[in-house]
């Protein structure tokens, strides 16, 4: 009867335990999270959920995982004290006569709310090398300021400083909530517009932000860096609110205290020194275990919890206050005893830390999907019956724990690792980087169709690794190298591609291409193409390869939205201004490779004139002014016939138009190029080339006004 009584007992603390936790963040009957992002109270997702009007979260389903605003604005992060939303970017951009094409002004306000802009986590930084920027706003009473950034020359840019040559900064006021920027010049970009045509200027969180040369040419990217507001609950000081605790006002419930806010503006409230959770709630803030925790546990000795805090005593048979900071416990005698019991304390301590690591990969196993995935490989009409499930042990022994003198390449992605399974195949394992708990999501359905593909010229997927925090995917080894490094090699010697191979190549490289847009079960848009995307084996046959920034395209969209991801010099610009991504915006990539195949030019070279700095707006202006042979690599003139080499550039240059829309399919293109290497004898250049014709897209000449708002 006792023991049915204890284990009653023990299973209604658990449950009580489990429902507490829960209930720390949000409301009764509230939703906790948006998307990927916890909404904890004093904000909440429906009515009564919040605190106040200002703190109602409006959760947009319409994003894919949804996103949480208040009014216009995205949320990013919540915290204790504060809240992170994305941020709004000022831009101007100049032509080359010093006529202004773009002018974008940035306005966030959050008048009639309590948030405020934070002036400890926040800079108001401008860009740029003949850049004014202004920003003003209401802090009590109208506000303005702002910075100048100039430099003459590219190389009086200072790299990771913002003293005023490329980047400037200046503090941002305490207590301001509403903001607006502008930027200007001077000179209208006329004397360094060679190297600069934008300049910039943005209020950000100052951690979160390191000044790079590249920002000139990637201003949208600088939409990522979060903005850091302020916010506090009531509209009096902590010592007025604490006066009418037993009121309704008073916000701050059991075992919590109020303090004043950084903007002397309302207050906030904390748990008390031993709890923790949420302050806002009724019993939000629950009693810290200090004596749970191995590694934190404040005793030597015998640790005992109480209420907000704890003691700590000596066993029996030692003396002392039991305090890691203190006196500890002496043993009063020594002898077989203490022996005995270090050697189970150490038994048991490895015991159960084996079975934690044990646990962690069964977490990360299901976590990332590897339940369904063992499903499809067993079940008969499985579409990934070939593919193997690695453990840990086996991937770390093929890569001799890692090596470093195993690393193959590196990427902002991961790395890669050169592999040897016991069967004494070689293979490349790649270690992606931390990435966002959504996309581990979508992992095991991407992965299952990649495994789906079965072409000769795409690498292929042979297995995977899920008992890791982030997947490790398992490819075929290509010994060669990339089609990158054999077209670029680091010494003035000429490539040693001949025409035939790089017209194999190319031929290869769109077939597989083609088959992802065409073949495949569910399409599949590289959005990588590029020439260190394209591996090589000793016969030099063409492997697609780098899957890390591809999206399944369902059969019933041309296009998806997506944040513009890419390659400098490879991207296309129609994606870029639009964010709309089509199998168009391979075909613009794979334009760039054939023009780098024709002149062993870099897609993008700083070192290179102005004019001739962006390979594919240089490769296509020559072919229209009939300057071809001028740009084309000696080896290409002299082992290619002048009829296919001209076939190739005028298909190149269909690839590269500015519009979508009047660029072939990857399956017209990789007809065509087989049809070259069918019919070698054949007089393909019957057309003049001045039969093509090409419209560029005009650049805008206008953007609208990012405008933000809260309720007021």
Not at 629 to 651: I, M, P, R, S, Y
Not at 664 to 670: D, L, Q, R, Y
């Amino acid at each position: 009867m006792n023991t049915l009584l204890l284990l009653f007992l023990l299973s209604w603390l658990i449950v009580a335990s489990v429902a507490a936790i829960n209930g720390t963040q949000t409301l009764p009957g509230c939703q906790l999270k948006c998307g990927n992002i916890t909404v904890p109270y004093p904000f909440g997702m429906g009515a009564k959920c919040s605190i106040a009007t200002w703190a109602n979260i409006n959760c947009n389903t319409t994003f894919r995982p949804p996103k949480p605003f208040i009014g216009d604005i995205e949320i990013l992060q919540f915290s204790e004290t504060e809240v992170r939303i994305k941020n709004n970017i000022a831009a101007s951009c100049y032509n080359q006569s010093g006529a202004r094409i773009v002018h974008v002004p940035a306005y966030t306000s959050l008048l009639g709310t309590p948030f405020t802009f934070s002036s400890t986590k926040n800079k108001f930084t401008a860009i740029g090398c003949d850049t004014i920027a202004l920003f003003s706003g209401i802090q009590g009473v109208n506000f303005s300021s702002g910075c100048t950034s100039v430099c003459g020359k590219r190389e009086h840019v200072i790299q990771g400083s913002c003293s005023g040559s490329g980047c400037c900064q200046t503090s941002v006021p305490r207590g301001l909530n509403e903001v607006y920027v502008s930027t200007g010049s001077s000179k209208n970009y006329t004397d360094i517009w060679s190297f600069d045509e934008c300049g910039a200027a943005f209020v950000a969180e100052e951690d979160k932000y390191t000044f790079n040369i590249s920002d000139f040419y990637n201003i949208p990217s600088l939409r990522e860096i979060p903005v850091v507001l302020n916010f506090a609950v009531g509209n009096q000081t902590c010592r007025e609110a604490t006066q009418n605790v037993t009121g309704t006002g008073y916000a701050c419930k059991d075992n919590s205290y109020c303090y004043d806010s950084v903007d002397d503006t309302g207050y906030l409230c904390s748990c008390n020194k031993g709890y923790e959770g949420n302050p806002y709630l009724n019993q939000g803030c629950q009693d810290v275990n200090e004596c749970e925790d191995v590694n934190s546990n404040p005793c030597k000795g015998i640790c005992t919890n109480t209420r907000g805090s704890y003691y700590c005593s000596c066993p029996d048979d030692s003396y002392g206050d039991g305090r890691k900071d203190g006196d500890g416990c002496t043993k009063k005698s020594l002898g077989f005893g203490l022996l005995f019991l270090l050697l189970g304390g150490s038994w048991l301590y490895l015991s159960i830390k084996k079975r934690k690591l044990i646990k962690l990969k069964e977490k990360f196993f299901q976590q990332n999907g590897g339940l369904l995935l063992k499903q499809q490989i067993s079940s008969p009409e499985g579409a990934v019956k070939s593919t193997k499930i690695f453990t840990t042990e086996e991937l770390k022994l093929a890569t001799n724990n890692y090596d470093q003198r195993r690393i193959i390449g590196q990427g902002g992605f991961g790395t890669v690792y050169k592999g040897i399974l016991p069967d004494l195949r070689i293979v490349a394992i790649k270690k992606s980087k931390i990435i966002d708990e959504s996309q581990l999501g979508q992992f095991i359905n991407e992965f299952a169709i990649l495994t789906q593909i079965n072409h000769r010229n795409v690498v292929k997927l042979i297995g995977c690794c899920l008992e890791t925090e982030v997947p490790l995917l398992v490819y075929e080894f290509v010994a060669n190298g990339t089609l990158f490094h054999h077209l670029h090699k680091t010494s003035r010697e000429m490539s040693s591609i001949s025409w035939d191979d790089r017209l194999r190549i190319a031929s290869e490289t769109a077939g597989a291409l083609s088959y992802l847009h065409s073949a495949a079960s569910i399409p599949i848009i590289h959005r990588d193409v590029k020439s260190a995307n394209i591996l090589l084996d000793e016969h030099y046959t063409a492997k697609v390869a780098d899957f890390g920034a591809s999206r399944l395209n369902p059969l019933d969209q041309t296009q998806i939205s997506t944040l513009v991801q890419g390659t400098m010099g490879y991207l296309d610009p129609e994606y870029f201004h639009t964010s709309q991504l089509t199998e168009k915006s391979d075909v613009y990539s794979f334009g760039v490779v054939l023009a780098e195949l024709l002149t062993g030019e870099k897609p993008l070279c700083f070192d290179r004139s102005q004019e001739q700095r962006n390979l594919a707006a240089y490769f296509v202006m020559s072919v229209k002014e009939n300057r071809l042979f001028e740009v084309l690599e000696a080896g290409v003139v002299n082992d290619g016939k002048t009829e296919h080499v001209h076939a190739v550039a005028q298909l190149a240059k269909r690839c590269l138009h500015m519009k979508g829309e009047e660029r072939p399919t990857m399956k017209e293109v990789a007809a065509e190029l087989e049809g070259l290497r069918g019919f070698e004898d054949v007089d393909l250049y019957a057309i003049p080339s001045g039969s093509y014709s090409s419209d560029s897209a005009s650049r805008m000449e206008k953007e609208p006004m990012w405008s933000m708002d809260v309720p007021r």
